[in-house]
């Protein structure tokens, strides 16, 4: 079965600094993974995916993220947080193999960003 | 479109008492998925219905029962609530039959038990 793991639980940053949020999961076969973005007070929306092809995806409002598969990991980056970004982050995965695959989630990291 | 809808908003209830939750969406989907969201430990699946006509357990089943009404709704169940299952509860659709799509998620639904 996979799990996933983020390794930052609360992130504190001020506005204009760059962010990297941590994903690593486990899992042996071939994955499709995600970010998913709760603002405060708000349900979870996609933030940005990775399926195949470029390991590097670029979602909404500046996220990119990097999948490496030698690493496991799917790091969430940002190069000038706002404000707005402020809110709590979720990495998921799924294996791809025959049959229905569910969606696992991290613990999600908080993140503060001060004005 | 009104995509992904929770009722109700807020439950508080006492610890014994049955209360179901709504889910209804109107994007055609055929995934429905309840998690519940606790403090540090992110978003765990307690039921899923890759398609309507079926549902199957979770990592988190113990105390919840669903039904998948038709396409649209998937409702979850608490036949005797206790303290242990408040947390903000999430419906989320997908799709198709596999849960490698992306998923979409309803507002929430915030429950109390005392």
């Known amino acids: 079965a996979q799990s996933v793991s983020q390794h930052n639980h609360h992130v504190i940053l001020s506005e204009a600094a760059s962010l990297e949020l941590g994903c690593n999961y486990s899992y042996g076969g071939t994955v499709n993974l995600f970010w998913y973005v709760q603002y405060p007070g708000q349900h979870l929306q996609l933030l940005l995916k990775?399926?195949?092809?470029?390991?590097l995806v670029k979602g909404i409002k500046g996220f990119e993220a990097e999948f490496i598969k030698s690493k496991f990991s799917f790091n969430l980056r940002k190069p000038s947080v706002q404000w707005s970004d402020t809110a709590e982050y979720f990495c998921a995965v799924t294996g791809v193999n025959t049959g229905f695959q569910k969606l696992v989630f991290g613990t999600g990291t908080r993140l503060l960003v001060s004005p | 479109n009104a995509g992904v809808t929770q009722t109700p908003k807020f439950q508080v209830l006492k610890t014994g008492q049955s209360m179901t939750l709504q889910c209804a969406q109107d994007?055609?989907?055929?995934?429905m998925y309840w998690y519940r969201q606790d403090p540090g430990m992110g978003l765990r699946l307690i039921y899923y219905?890759?398609?309507?006509?079926?549902?199957d357990k979770g990592e988190v089943p113990n105390g919840y029962n669903v039904s998948r009404l038709n396409k649209r709704e998937f409702s979850l169940r608490l036949e005797s609530a206790a303290p242990s299952q408040t947390s903000v509860y999430f419906c989320?659709?997908?799709?198709?039959?596999?849960?490698?799509?992306?998923?979409?998620f309803g507002p929430g639904t915030r429950l109390t038990v005392l």
């Open positions: 994007m055609n989907h055929n995934s």
């Open positions: 219905s890759a398609s309507e006509g079926t549902t």
């Open positions: 990775y399926f195949s092809g470029d390991p």
């Open positions: 989320a659709t997908s799709p198709g039959g596999e849960g490698a799509d992306t998923q979409y």
